[in-house]
């Protein structure tokens, strides 16, 4: 582990009188899988939109490398290597998988768009190609999404965030619809990830992979963050169990 490549100090969101977030203070480690669990409505989410520019804190400060995005619009931090899933996946539906694979990995500056009008570029293949094969897409490359099963349009979510060659991945349920395999083979997935340069944010509730994968869990509750650990402690946490697991660990 090294020097935390993302800090959050503490970040606080209010809707009203509600707090969605409470003064939460959390560092994801360059080269870790740091996971972020806790019930529904813990603030799980609102989180990563706040992390990802798409909500505006009511206080607080996020860093990437030192370098404040609490101003910085999503598209910003997307080119300072920030990528993302959605629980609703926002895909494309008009474009095939191939396609929105293709939107992703091209990030061509202003007058590059400009010269597109008359010298159209062809779409970056090969990250392309590499993503399809790595998550067994090829099948449906050259389906439109509406036409996918639940489990294979989360895997082109993923697809999408991978394929941009991100620093900083931040994932929000990528195991919901997957079955057992695919949920198996997200998690050996995932844990290629530090190896190959991308630190991760997982936002999971199926805990067979945040224990298998995670270096260092933090657990959110009501908005406040209650604990955080390695897998092994997090488990055995009577606040944890009491808030979440149910169980001690809430597997096997």
């Known amino acids: 582990m090294t020097a935390p490549l993302l800090r959050v100090r503490d970040l606080t969101v209010r809707y009203g009188g509600v707090i969605a977030l409470g003064g939460i203070d959390l560092d994801v480690a360059e080269g870790s899988i740091t996971g972020l669990i806790g019930p529904n ?6 989180f990563i939109d706040v ?3 798409f909500t505006a804190p009511s206080a607080g400060r996020v860093l990437l490398r030192d370098r404040v995005l609490v101003d910085r619009s999503p598209h910003q931090r997307a080119r300072q290597g920030m990528a993302r899933t959605f ?43 590499d993503v399809i094969d790595e998550l067994d897409l090829a099948g449906h490359a050259h389906r439109l999404p509406a036409e996918l099963p639940n489990g294979a349009r989360h895997l082109v979510g993923l697809a999408r ?25 997200l998690g050996r997935l995932l844990a290629t990830f530090p190896e190959r340069g991308v630190t991760t944010l997982l ?28 897998p092994a402690e997090i488990r055995r946490d009577p606040r944890v169990i009491s808030a979440y697991l149910g169980t001690a660990g809430g597997v096997g």
């Open 41 to 46: 409505g813990a603030g799980k989410t609102t």
């Open 51 to 53: 992390v990802s520019g």
């Open 87 to 129: 629980q609703s996946l926002e895909l494309f539906e008009d474009l095939t998988v191939r396609e929105n694979l293709a939107v992703a990995a091209a990030r061509p500056r202003r007058w590059e768009l400009f010269g597109d009008l008359w010298w159209p570029r062809r779409p970056a293949g090969s990250a392309v190609d």
């Open 161 to 185: 965030a991978l394929v941009s060659d991100p620093v900083l991945l931040l994932l929000d349920e990528p195991a919901a619809g997957l079955d057992t395999g695919e949920t198996a083979r």
């Open 203 to 230: 936002v999971e509730h199926d805990m067979s992979i945040v224990l298998g994968v995670c270096d260092t869990v933090h657990v959110l509750d009501f908005g406040g963050l209650i604990a955080s650990g390695t």
